[in-house]
């Protein structure tokens, strides 16, 4: 049986730290936490034992809200780059553990998929969606939130709509920086990796 670890007042163990002892990323924890399928039972049984062992509670920061309701904040993501998606979700966690919100983590089989996951968030009580690319510039999407009252923020978004909120950064001068800083250190034969072709960004990249 795995020994529980103590938790002392202030030393809060957050997922990273769940996701360290076993050796795998904050993601897969998350998906073991909300019980989703496509994880190993192997590993499955791993994160439940880290789990125990480390004295983790999900909720807790929800809970500590004693006299507050916690907001739900949703994350619907359909990207398959797995490595993007991690770094996207290490963000959220970590603001939503400190803001005391709770995160649902939905995927969906792209814009035509998102209907029933939509339907499962309103059904939860969701109080606003963070939609990552390609689902931040699907306009069907968009449409759908608005007409649920719920609100949303699209993440890198190449169309960014006066009336949604979205995060972005400048992709030109990004890149633009990055070869600057290149060219200063004295390289002169750099490559450049330009990505999907349809990708608005990749396009701005290229240019910078």
Do not use: W
């Amino acid at each position: 049986m795995a020994r529980k670890v103590s938790r002392r007042s202030g030393n809060i163990v957050t997922i990273h730290d769940v996701a360290r002892h076993v050796g795998v990323s904050p993601m897969t924890v998350s998906r073991v936490i909300n019980g989703e399928k496509n994880v190993r039972e192997e590993t499955r049984k791993k994160v439940a034992e880290a789990i125990e062992a480390l004295n983790y509670s999900p909720n807790m920061a929800a809970r500590s809200l004693a006299s507050q309701d916690s907001s739900r904040i949703a994350l619907i993501y359909s990207n398959p780059s797995m490595s993007f998606l991690s770094e996207l979700l290490l963000g959220i966690l970590h603001q939503s553990s400190q803001s005391g919100c709770q995160l649902i983590i939905e995927s969906c089989e792209g814009p035509e998929g998102v209907a029933d996951v939509l339907d499962k968030l309103k059904s939860l009580g969701v109080d606003g969606v963070v939609l990552p690319p390609p689902l931040s510039d699907s306009t069907r999407v968009a449409k759908a939130l608005r007409e649920m009252g719920l609100p949303f923020v699209g993440v890198a978004t190449s169309r960014p709509s006066p009336d949604a909120a979205s995060v972005s950064i400048d992709d030109f001068k990004a890149a633009f920086a990055m070869t600057q800083r290149l060219i200063a250190l004295g390289h002169r034969r750099i490559g450049f990796i330009k990505g999907n072709p349809n990708s608005y960004y990749s396009q701005l990249r290229h240019e910078g």
